[in-house]
Each structure stands twice: as structure tokens, then as C-alpha cells.
């Protein structure tokens, strides 16, 4: 993962794995997470910039589906 200027070390991220047989929708909560409204997300399958978390972000999963954030 590369790290950009002034924020060495304070990148994470996070997985969202859905092991059921129907697609669901989860939101990821920043309170809730240990992360800021401020952090900023980035679809790693995707290739996208999805952002700020801001209150709650909100991913529809399908079935043994996976995401992966970058959080930074």
C-alpha cells in the first residue's frame, strides 16, 4: 500500500464479507469501527474513490461477496 505525504502509518483497511446466500446491505459506522467521519474510502476492487465515511456508508454485499476499503 502506498503512503502519501503526512499520513505515513495511518492508512488501514477494511474487508466486508457477506458469507450468506443472499445479498445484504451493510453500513459501516464509523463510531461503531474505531474510524472518523473524516476518513476517506477506497473501493480496492473497484479502483474508486469513494469519499468521506461521513455519518455511515452504506454496501451492498453479494451473496460470498467480499469489499475492500482502503481507509485513510
Do not use: C
Not at 20 to 28: C, I, M, Q, R
Not at 32 to 58: E, F
Amino acid at each position: 500500500m502506498g503512503e502519501s505525504p503526512g499520513q505515513k502509518g495511518k492508512e488501514k483497511a477494511v474487508a466486508i464479507l457477506n458469507r450468506g446466500e443472499e445479498e445484504k446491505v451493510y453500513s459501516l459506522i464509523p463510531g461503531k469501527t474505531g474510524l472518523s467521519t473524516r476518513n476517506r474510502l477506497r473501493d480496492l476492487w473497484q479502483h474508486i474513490n469513494l469519499g468521506r465515511i461521513g455519518d455511515a456508508k452504506a454496501f451492498t454485499v453479494p451473496k460470498h461477496g467480499i469489499v475492500v476499503l482502503r481507509v485513510d
